[in-house]
C-alpha cells in the first residue's frame, strides 16, 4: 500500500473495518454539539499497533473503544519524517522541557511517548474548554516531537482540516457539514427567525 508517496509496512496499513489506524491522529463528530457547532468533534492517537487512545473524561483514557463512535476522518503520521524519536538522544531540548538524552524523558518509541501521556492524563480532571481531547492528542504530538513541537488545539484542528483523509463516503456525509445545514433547515422551517435568534 503507498500512503502519501512511501510504502507502508503491513503492520502501518490502515483498517477502518478493525478500527486500526496506526500512528495516526482520527477525528469524529460529537453526537448533538457538532450538528450544531460543525467544527467541534472528538480526537484521538492511535499506538503502533493500530488501537485508538482518546481522553474521554476526568481521569479516563479510552483504550481501543473511540468514545463518540466510528472514525470519520485519520491523518497516517510518518514517524520516521515527522517526528524527533531516536535511540540516539541529541543534546536538543524540545518545547516539552527535556532534554532528549535526560533519563527522566524514557521515551524511545512511538508507544512510549503514548504511554507517557496516557499516565499524564488518567490523572488530569476534564474541560470541554481547556483540558480535552485536544489536550490530550497535542500533548502526545509534542513528547513525540512531532514538526518540532508546538503542537496545539488551534494547529491540530487545521491539521485535521487541511490533511485529513476520510474513512469513507458514508463517514463525509455523516460527519460533513451536511447535517449541520439538515438541522439548520429544519430549525428554520419549524421555528422560523424565532430559531435565529435563540
Known amino acids: 500500500m503507498m500512503e502519501g508517496g512511501f510504502a507502508l509496512p503491513h503492520s502501518l496499513q490502515i483498517d477502518p473495518g478493525r478500527e486500526r489506524f496506526p500512528c495516526s491522529i482520527v477525528w469524529t463528530p460529537l453526537p448533538v454539539l457538532s450538528w450544531l457547532i460543525p467544527f467541534i468533534r472528538h480526537i484521538g492517537i ?3 499497533d493500530g488501537v485508538i487512545l ?20 485519520y ?13 540516539h538522544p541529541s543534546a536538543f531540548k524540545g518545547d516539552d522541557g527535556y532534554w532528549h538524552d535526560d533519563p527522566r524523558r ?32 497535542a500533548n502526545n504530538l509534542n513528547r513525540l ?11 491540530l484542528a487545521v491539521l485535521i482540516f487541511l490533511k485529513g483523509w476520510w474513512v469513507s463516503k458514508t463517514a463525509f456525509l455523516r460527519s460533513s ?22
Open 54 to 73: 482518546d481522553f474521554a473524561g476526568p481521569n479516563f483514557v479510552c483504550v481501543d473503544n473511540f468514545a463518540f463512535g466510528a472514525v470519520a476522518r
Open 177 to 198: 457539514f451536511l447535517t449541520f445545514v439538515i438541522v439548520s433547515s429544519l430549525g428554520l422551517a419549524l421555528g422560523g427567525t424565532t430559531y435565529l435568534s435563540s
Open 106 to 137: 524514557e521515551i524511545l518509541t512511538w508507544d512510549d511517548a503514548l504511554r507517557k501521556g496516557t499516565q499524564e492524563f488518567q490523572h488530569l480532571s476534564y474541560s470541554l474548554l481547556t483540558c480535552n481531547c485536544h489536550s490530550f492528542v
Open 46 to 48: 492511535c499506538r503502533e
Open 145 to 155: 516531537g512531532f514538526h518540532s513541537g508546538g503542537s496545539n488545539v488551534e494547529k
Open 75 to 87: 491523518i497516517q503520521i510518518n514517524k520516521e519524517k515527522e517526528c524527533c524519536i531516536s535511540t
